[in-house]
């Protein structure tokens, strides 16, 4: 069982850049896959950036490819999401996601990959 803990997020205006930190207890945060989401209000939860095990492969989705940044640190069973140039069509509620796979090759996009899930955080961006 892998707990996750987030914090960050908020208020910022448009143009401005906010860090995400999702911490992990109480697993193997060290060999599973990192992912985060986001859920806007009436829409689906959906894939925004994802990390391999080792931190070698990175995915992102398009809306956000060269303004987000996802990293980890395994020493400090941690991952971040630094997140800049924010557009008002990044507000939503942010998910950090390990998918319990040891070792995965695998970097998932889709919720159903991935396994124990942080509580969300608010990030709202106005224009």
């Known amino acids: 069982q892998v707990y996750l803990v987030q914090s960050g997020g908020g208020s910022v205006q448009a143009g401005g850049s906010l860090r995400l930190s999702c911490a992990a207890a109480?697993?193997?945060?060290?060999?599973?896959?990192m992912g985060w989401f986001r859920q806007a209000p009436g829409k689906e939860r959906e894939f925004v950036a994802a990390i391999s095990w080792n931190g070698v492969s990175t995915s992102y989705a398009d809306s956000v490819k060269g303004r987000f940044t996802i990293s980890r640190d395994n020493a400090k069973n941690t991952a971040l999401l630094q997140m800049n140039s924010l557009k008002p069509e990044d507000t939503a509620v942010y998910y950090c996601a390990a998918d319990g796979v040891d070792y995965s090759l695998v970097v998932g996009a889709t919720t159903t990959e991935y396994e124990y899930w942080g509580q969300g955080t608010q990030v709202t961006v106005s224009s």
């Open positions: 109480g697993g193997s945060f060290s060999r599973y896959a």
